[in-house]
């Protein structure tokens, strides 16, 4: 089964569309701080169809969630309760909040801890560990895709898996076909090719699906 990106629209947004240039403060916007009602330097977001707002609140080292209740932090650390400078956040259909920091964290709905399911065999560059992971594409078989950005790669986790496998890039950090410079982003189209924007090497690259495999 080919992997489904989870953080596409779900609407079908006119090519025309205009948006209105005033934009609205909808979370926080009271100073940076570790308040429940302040963020210190958030980094990126996913909102669901409810439009509940997913922040990942960096160096508060917390996910917060807008909506009845919230998902604070417990400071910064590395057991399943915490995380540390957390980049990125995503949400996948069932409602799993998926974090990284120097490891990939799925926490279920309403669970006061989180479950490793990449890295979080500290920093480094083997198959079992990550480092300043990103993007994470979760598909309908629970494999993880995550952006792997200092180690110049995407990366592959089965469901259950102890370490990973590099399906892009690994190859060191360079221009050539083969290899990426800190890529920071990637999603699948309909057919399963890969789309990794390449940040370094300011351009997006494309890596076809094997039909054979």
Not at 21 to 38: F, K, P, R
Not at 84 to 93: A, E, G, N
Not at 131 to 146: E, I, R
Request: hydrophobic share 30%; glycine share 12%; proline share 4%.
């Amino acid at each position: 089964m080919s992997p489904t990106p989870l953080r596409s629209s779900s609407i079908d947004i006119h090519s025309n569309a205009k948006w209105i240039q005033n934009g609205l403060t909808v979370a926080e916007g009271n100073g940076d701080g570790n308040g429940i009602n302040q963020l210190h330097y958030p980094l990126s977001l996913y909102v669901d169809n409810d439009q509940t707002i997913y922040v990942a609140d960096q160096l508060n080292h917390r996910i917060v969630e807008w909506k009845c209740g919230a998902m604070s932090g417990n400071g910064r650390g590395n057991s399943l309760d915490q995380l540390s400078c957390p980049p990125y956040v995503f949400v996948d259909r069932d409602h799993a909040v998926y974090v990284s920091d120097h490891r990939m964290m799925k926490w279920e709905e309403g669970a006061k801890q989180g479950i490793g399911v990449a890295g979080g065999q500290e920093e480094g560059n083997s198959l079992s560990q990550l480092s300043y992971p990103l993007g994470v594409v979760v598909d309908q078989l629970g494999t993880v895709y995550v952006v792997d950005c200092s180690n110049h790669r995407i990366m592959r986790w089965p469901k259950g898996a102890t370490h990973g496998s590099v399906i892009a890039g690994g190859n060191g950090k360079g221009r050539q076909s083969n290899q990426l410079n800190y890529p920071s982003g990637f999603s699948f189209d309909r057919h399963g090719n890969l789309y990794v924007v390449d940040w370094s090497n300011h351009r997006v690259q494309k890596f076809n699906i094997d039909s054979n495999s």
